[in-house]
């Protein structure tokens, strides 16, 4: 499969493998990221980690990596296009056909964006397994440290092997750095992918630290409590119920740390209480803001709207939410809506100090994901409890939801206008939970079951013979 490999601000890009040469390119921003010393370009795979400072820096460049693809917010990101992909974002414009393909599920396998999801975390994936490597083999970083940073690299890729497998089902899971083996490398059942993450998260929980201390206290780098809230929601997914509630509740009861915001306008500031892990911009505010937030009369930078169908999920008018999180501005005489869960828009506001940072994971998922999993157990109590916080916060009632049908129907709604355009969330929920033909099978015209997952990028399947095609494609 394909990887850019950035050298000296230039991208090689290198066809059919993932492969460990012998320098390994470290991405790093600045040193304000954490005061670890200046920035690293190119170390040989031995220095890298010779010692715990450099090792460190490695481990930050994988970050840094992180934040600039899809998981970064920009307009190739994640939380973006799988918005198109549900019913939460409309395109508005005709001049991106790659933009166009996701609005109309009418994917083709040339796809630009789909490409870049696909080869951005497996550009993950092959740092993590460099790194996971290096400090296995490595005499001169601390025990402690090793730990720590062998954790992190494991989170990360868990991280990136759950997208990829919800995004592509059946994926090719690589572990290591071998040229030979990654080139011809098959997609494995999505079973034995999520077997991996399991693996990696728990190994990472019992790695990290519980606080934020390696990252100077702000919430940036990924800790034992990121990595079970991550297993939290990927037994969620796979309906381990017992299991999804249990780890949601240990990250919900460190209150110490985390606690759902009372003011939404706080949520998405850097290092919030809400905040489980936050990516965090080296030179203006989270891309979230530039990327949608319109501007009032400018025709040039309207690309899309927020839905009619998020809109009218609200079941209140007065929903805090609706007022503190969705926004409108006036082009050319038309309201258009736009998220504004971060309210920053670096094109207008270039100087402002950098207050707002790229949410990956918050508290308030967490009850939801134990509101579900409790529902799902026959908690009904428990379930009614957990959706009541969230609903408080936004200025409701408590639910009138008092069976299991009626407090799924229920959770589905309130992640619906809770995590509206973060993450896939609305996108990955359809499918997880069999509701995805029944809610876009009205809504999109040609709709087809087979549209729910992306396909291979074609450039990866004309370099692999072993890489075979999703189906409809």
Same mark, same amino acid.
């Given at each position: @499969?394909?990887?850019?490999?950035? !050298?000296?601000?230039?991208?090689?890009?290198?066809?059919?493998?993932? =492969?460990?040469?012998? $320098?390994?390119?470290?991405f790093?921003?600045?040193?304000?990221?954490?005061?670890?010393?200046?920035?690293?370009t190119?170390?040989? #795979?031995?220095?890298?980690?010779?010692?715990? /400072?450099?090792?460190? !820096?490695?481990?930050?460049?994988?970050?840094?990596?992180?934040?600039?693809?899809?998981?970064?917010g920009?307009?190739?990101?994640?939380?973006?296009?799988?918005?198109?992909?549900?019913?939460?974002?409309?395109?508005?414009?005709? +001049?991106?056909?790659?933009? *166009?393909?996701?609005?109309?599920?009418?994917l $083709?396998?040339?796809?630009?964006?789909?490409?870049?999801?696909?080869?951005?975390?497996?550009?993950?994936? =092959?740092?993590?397994?460099?790194?996971l490597?290096?400090?296995?083999?490595s005499?001169?970083?601390?025990?402690?440290?090793?730990?720590?940073?062998?954790?992190?690299?494991?989170?990360?890729?868990?991280?990136?092997?759950?997208?990829?497998?919800?995004?592509?089902?059946?994926?090719?899971?690589?572990?290591?750095?071998?040229?030979?083996? +990654?080139? *011809?490398?098959?997609? @494995?059942? %999505?079973?034995?992918?999520?077997?991996?993450?399991?693996?990696?998260?728990?190994?990472?929980?019992?790695?990290?630290?519980?606080?934020?201390?390696?990252?100077?206290?702000?919430?940036?780098? &990924?800790?034992?409590?990121?990595?079970?809230?991550?297993?939290?929601?990927?037994?969620?997914?796979?309906?381990?119920?017992?299991?999804?509630e249990?780890?949601?509740?240990?990250?919900? +009861?460190?209150?110490?740390?985390?606690?759902?915001?009372?003011?939404? #306008?706080?949520?998405?500031?850097?290092?919030?209480?809400?905040?489980?892990?936050?990516?965090?911009?080296?030179?203006?505010?989270?891309?979230?803001?530039?990327? =949608?937030?319109?501007?009032p009369?400018?025709?040039?930078?309207?690309?899309?709207?927020?839905?009619? /169908?998020?809109?009218?999920?609200?079941?209140s008018?007065?929903?805090?939410?609706?007022?503190?999180? &969705?926004?409108?501005?006036?082009v050319?005489?038309?309201?258009?809506?736009?998220? =504004?869960?971060? %309210?920053?828009?670096? #094109?207008?506001?270039?100087?402002?100090?950098?207050?707002?940072?790229s949410?990956?994971?918050?508290?308030?998922?967490?009850?939801?994901?134990?509101?579900?999993?409790?529902?799902?157990?026959?908690?009904?109590?428990?379930?009614?409890?957990?959706?009541?916080?969230?609903?408080?916060?936004a200025?409701?009632?408590?639910?009138?939801a008092?069976?299991?049908?009626?407090?799924?129907?229920?959770?589905?709604?309130? !992640?619906? &206008?809770?995590?509206?355009?973060?993450?896939?969330h609305?996108?990955?929920?359809?499918?997880?939970?069999? !509701? *995805?033909?029944?809610?876009?099978?009205?809504?999109?015209t040609?709709?087809?079951?087979?549209?729910?997952?992306?396909?291979?990028?074609?450039?990866?399947?004309?370099?692999?013979?072993?890489?075979?095609?999703?189906?409809?494609?």
């Amino acid at each position: @499969m394909g990887v850019f490999i950035k !050298r000296k601000d230039k991208y090689t890009m290198v066809l059919g493998k993932i =492969f460990l040469t012998s $320098s390994l390119i470290i991405f790093c921003s600045c040193e304000e990221f954490l005061e670890v010393g200046s920035p690293t370009t190119e170390i040989s #795979n031995e220095d890298v980690f010779s010692s715990d /400072e450099s090792a460190e !820096r490695a481990i930050i460049g994988l970050y840094t990596e992180v934040y600039s693809g899809p998981a970064g917010g920009a307009s190739s990101s994640i939380s973006y296009l799988s918005s198109f992909s549900s019913d939460e974002l409309h395109y508005l414009q005709t +001049n991106n056909l790659y933009w *166009i393909e996701f609005n109309t599920n009418s994917l $083709s396998t040339d796809n630009r964006d789909v490409y870049s999801i696909w080869q951005k975390f497996y550009q993950y994936i =092959f740092y993590a397994n460099a790194a996971l490597k290096g400090l296995n083999n490595s005499s001169g970083v601390s025990e402690a440290l090793k730990a720590q940073l062998t954790g992190e690299a494991k989170c990360i890729r868990a991280f990136s092997y759950f997208y990829l497998v919800n995004l592509y089902g059946d994926v090719p899971l690589i572990l290591s750095t071998d040229p030979q083996e +990654n080139r *011809i490398a098959s997609r @494995m059942p %999505k079973d034995e992918v999520y077997e991996q993450i399991i693996l990696d998260l728990e190994e990472a929980i019992d790695l990290l630290p519980e606080d934020y201390s390696h990252a100077n206290q702000e919430k940036i780098r &990924v800790n034992k409590y990121v990595a079970s809230a991550l297993l939290a929601r990927t037994h969620l997914y796979l309906q381990n119920w017992d299991k999804a509630e249990s780890l949601a509740s240990t990250v919900i +009861n460190n209150d110490l740390v985390y606690g759902i915001e009372p003011d939404l #306008n706080d949520v998405f500031l850097g290092n919030s209480k809400e905040t489980i892990w936050q990516l965090k911009p080296d030179i203006q505010n989270a891309f979230e803001g530039l990327t =949608f937030i319109i501007i009032p009369g400018s025709t040039t930078l309207l690309r899309q709207e927020l839905s009619g /169908e998020v809109l009218e999920a609200f079941e209140s008018e007065d929903d805090k939410r609706l007022l503190n999180w &969705v926004s409108s501005s006036d082009v050319d005489g038309t309201e258009y809506y736009y998220p =504004f869960k971060y %309210k920053i828009h670096n #094109n207008v506001d270039r100087d402002v100090p950098i207050t707002e940072y790229s949410m990956v994971l918050r508290l308030a998922e967490q009850y939801l994901i134990r509101a579900e999993a409790r529902a799902q157990q026959g908690n009904v109590t428990g379930a009614q409890a957990d959706l009541n916080v969230i609903r408080n916060r936004a200025g409701l009632e408590n639910t009138t939801a008092n069976d299991q049908a009626s407090l799924l129907a229920a959770i589905e709604q309130e !992640r619906f &206008v809770e995590l509206f355009t973060e993450w896939g969330h609305r996108w990955l929920d359809l499918k997880r939970t069999g !509701r *995805i033909d029944a809610v876009l099978g009205t809504l999109k015209t040609d709709w087809q079951p087979a549209d729910a997952l992306y396909p291979i990028p074609q450039s990866e399947v004309d370099v692999n013979a072993n890489l075979t095609q999703n189906p409809g494609y």
